[in-house]
């Protein structure tokens, strides 16, 4: 049973930074994409930043590019996203999602076909 846990949210001044993390079971992480996804108050989820399977291809949205760096442990199961330079706009509830890795998805971007999300970890950046 795929299941991805997020912790790691939480309330912090504007020019703060959080790590969060995803710990993942039921499936060996190293072959799986994994993605984060956040969605603001009154707005539409949207991803992140994303890591691939076997080669570690990451991929981040405008936004957040040079501020949050994504990075997994294979061992430890575990997907972490690193945000530093947090801004007030960066408020939400912070999503872990995954699919099964497939011969047709492979070489599709990582933040498209999710299958499978966690309940969230909420982050708050006062303006």
């Known amino acids: 049973q795929v299941q991805l846990v997020e912790s790691g949210g939480g309330s912090v001044q504007p020019g703060g930074s959080l790590r969060l993390s995803c710990e993942v079971s039921?499936?060996?992480?190293?072959?799986?994409?994994i993605a984060w996804f956040r969605q603001a108050p009154g707005k539409e989820r949207e991803g992140v930043a994303c890591?691939?399977?076997?080669?570690?291809?990451?991929t981040y949205v405008d936004s957040v590019k040079g501020r949050f760096t994504i990075t997994r442990d294979n061992a430890k199961s575990t997907v972490y996203l690193q945000m530093n330079n947090l801004k007030p706009e960066d408020t939400g509830v912070y999503y872990c999602?995954?699919?099964?890795?497939?011969?047709?998805?492979?070489?599709?971007?990582?933040?498209?076909?999710?299958?499978?999300w966690g309940k969230g970890t909420r982050v708050t950046v006062p303006s």
């Open positions: 039921g499936f060996t992480l190293d072959y799986y994409a």
């Open positions: 999602a995954t699919r099964v890795p497939t011969t047709r998805n492979v070489n599709t971007g990582c933040l498209l076909g999710i299958q499978f």
């Open positions: 890591t691939n399977g076997i080669e570690d291809q990451k």
